[in-house]
């Protein structure tokens, strides 16, 4: 974690400066001189430290092992034992049918090129 100190009263975050053991005294001696320049003075001079924290660098390739399948398996479970209306119910009585939609349409003709293929050239 780092400390930082504004020199200047009205500032913005890109005008920190970090501090260290070495320039703490003269970024305080600064700031009290930019204070002592004002022309109205509301009180003491106080001095705020934001401390900023590095994010954590997660791994971004994620393996699919027997353990991570284990625990996500574990997360989808509960998420469904707690969300139990998300699944759509038809009508009694009604037979399922596929939209006819030119989605389903280009998938369906995608599926006749994946099977003439497979018969042309078998694995």
């Known amino acids: 974690m780092n ?5 200047t009263q009205p500032t913005n975050q890109t005008q920190f400066v970090p501090l260290t053991s070495d320039n703490w005294h003269a970024t305080l001696a600064k700031a009290k001189t930019n ?3 004002q022309k109205t003075f509301d009180g003491p001079l106080v001095v705020h430290l934001p401390m900023y924290a590095s994010k954590e660098v997660k791994q971004s390739i994620r393996r699919a092992t027997p353990a991570l399948i284990e625990k996500s398996a574990a997360a ?3 998420y ?6 998300i699944q759509a119910h038809q009508p009694e009585g009604t ?5 006819d ?15 003439t293929t497979k018969e042309k050239c078998p694995e």
């Open 3 to 7: 400390l930082y100190m504004s020199p």
């Open 35 to 37: 204070y002592s320049k």
């Open 76 to 78: 989808i479970y509960s």
């Open 80 to 85: 469904l034992t707690e969300h139990g209306f």
């Open 95 to 99: 037979e399922a049918t596929l939209p």
């Open 101 to 115: 939609n030119a989605t389903c349409r280009q998938t369906e003709h995608l599926d006749a090129i994946r099977s």
